[in-house]
């Protein structure tokens, strides 16, 4: 029974390792028939979905890189509740956290690769989102998009991120796992932790088909409404709860506060030694419990907007809330109230008129398509009605100022 216990934390990393190759050997199938441009990817993509085969790999590829991620996941987890992040363990624990990262780093950077509306428009809001690191974010986010939008200069570096960086790192971290974890390369647990997920993967495939929304058009490579992906969902409620703080400091809970949480557990078999440089379980327990918590409340949090990896459909608008009827002439004095509003609230992430950022879609003529002053005030005070986005409500700001930045807005022509 002993050695069972012991050998379950290697099988259960290195298993993630094996679900690894079978992804990115489809990768590899499924690129020799891939189109790495703004113009021909989506064709290319909806040809494989026409061949049996490719159709297959093609599954085989999609859910594999769905069951990474909730595996990556859930071995981080396993691996500190069982206590294996120590010193003694330091080469099991870096393998699994690379493991996860790499999982991430695959599904975001092929995201953008099949070339839908949501993709597109959902790789320049990530690009903007990163502009607003102070100092640096513009560098960063035309580094990204390889210029100002979307373009085939983007697919091109994204795709050669997903097919050669990101598995490099992958390759690091398997042989980081083997060195820690060899010894389990023969046991009986490696076997069912790669034959379980490997089978639900197969059946997936076999039954279901790779979600494909509609075709990019040209408007979609400088933005629009996105809904946030399963997979980035504790990402995007941080986002959300630091723009609460401040629309500019958007950044700071989508990407600092992860990158800070992952330096923290790649370190922690440096300050968490234990004894005999084992880390003690009741520490380990309880950040996994926290862990589940988080996640939790994560999903709670965006329970309207949330897309399951089987739904890729876009979001629909709020019914009721169209704004095809105007609501009459601006009232002058609410626009002027509105323009001070807007100043402190819009201008962290949208551009008014050269003014402010361009982490959403910009506004300066956003009164030519939206004359609807209700449709206008529900939109600031419940943007997750209208199908999902990274804008936070501005409900405490009540309903006279709602309805006074709503008359600006309208303005805005």
Same mark, same amino acid.
């Given at each position: ?9 290697? @099988? ?6 094996? /679900?690894?190759? &079978? ?45 990474? &991620? #909730?595996?990556?996941?859930?071995? #981080? ?21 690379? =493991? =996860? ?18 993709? #597109? ?18 560098? /960063? ?35 980081? $796992? #083997?060195?820690?974890?060899?010894? %389990?390369?023969?046991?009986?647990? /490696?076997? &069912?932790?790669? =034959? ?19 075709? @990019? ?5 400088? $933005? ?41 557990? =790649? ?31 994560? @999903? ?7 897309? $399951? ?11 009721? @809330? ?19 509003? %807007? ?16 982490? $959403?879609?910009? /506004? ?50």
């Amino acid at each position: 029974m002993t050695e069972k216990r012991q050998d379950s934390a290697p @099988a259960i990393v290195l298993g993630l390792w094996f /679900l690894f190759v &079978i992804v990115g050997l489809t990768g590899f199938v499924l690129s020799r028939y891939y189109v790495p441009e703004f113009e021909g990817a989506y064709a290319s993509v909806s040809s494989l979905r026409q061949t049996g085969w490719l159709s297959f790999v093609q599954g085989i590829h999609y859910f594999g890189s769905a069951a990474l &991620i #909730v595996g990556g996941g859930v071995s #981080v987890l396993s691996l500190l509740w069982l206590g294996r992040f120590g010193w003694a363990d330091r080469h099991l624990w870096w393998s699994c956290l690379l =493991a =996860a990262l790499c999982a991430v780093g695959f599904q975001m950077t092929g995201n953008l690769l099949p070339a839908s509306a949501h993709d #597109v428009r959902t790789a320049f809001t990530e690009a903007s989102i990163v502009r607003g690191v102070p100092w640096v974010g513009q560098q /960063l986010s035309d580094a990204i998009l390889a210029g100002s939008e979307v373009s085939t200069a983007t697919f091109e570096r994204w795709y050669m991120l997903h097919l050669v960086v990101v598995p490099i790192l992958a390759l690091v971290g398997a042989l980081i $796992g #083997v060195r820690g974890g060899r010894r %389990a390369l023969s046991s009986a647990s /490696l076997r &069912i932790v790669v =034959a379980v997920p490997t089978l639900v993967v197969v059946v997936m495939a076999l039954s279901l088909q790779p979600p494909l929304g509609a075709a @990019a058009t040209a408007g979609d490579s400088m $933005g629009g409404t996105v809904q946030p992906m399963w997979y980035v969902l504790p990402m995007h409620s941080l986002l959300v709860a630091a723009q609460g703080i401040s629309p500019s400091a958007g950044w700071v809970g989508a990407i600092g506060l992860p990158a800070l949480l992952a330096l923290l557990a =790649a370190a922690m078999p440096i300050f968490v030694r234990g004894r005999k440089g084992v880390a003690p379980r009741p520490f380990g327990k309880a950040i996994a419990i926290c862990g589940v918590v988080v996640l939790l409340l994560c @999903a709670l949090s965006f329970s309207d907007g949330f897309q $399951g990896v089987l739904d890729d459909s876009p979001p629909q608008p709020l019914k009721g @809330a169209g704004d095809e009827a105007s609501s009459g002439p601006i009232d002058a004095r609410l626009a002027k109230v509105g323009a001070s509003l %807007a100043k402190m609230h819009c201008l962290g992430c949208h551009l008014i008129r050269g003014e402010g950022h361009k982490i $959403g879609p910009e /506004l300066s003529h956003v009164g030519r398509r939206r004359q609807n002053a209700e449709s206008l005030v529900q939109l600031l005070r419940d943007p997750a009605k209208f199908g999902g986005t990274i804008m936070p409500s501005f409900s405490k700001l009540g309903d006279d100022n709602l309805r006074a930045l709503a008359e600006y807005l309208r303005s805005l022509r």
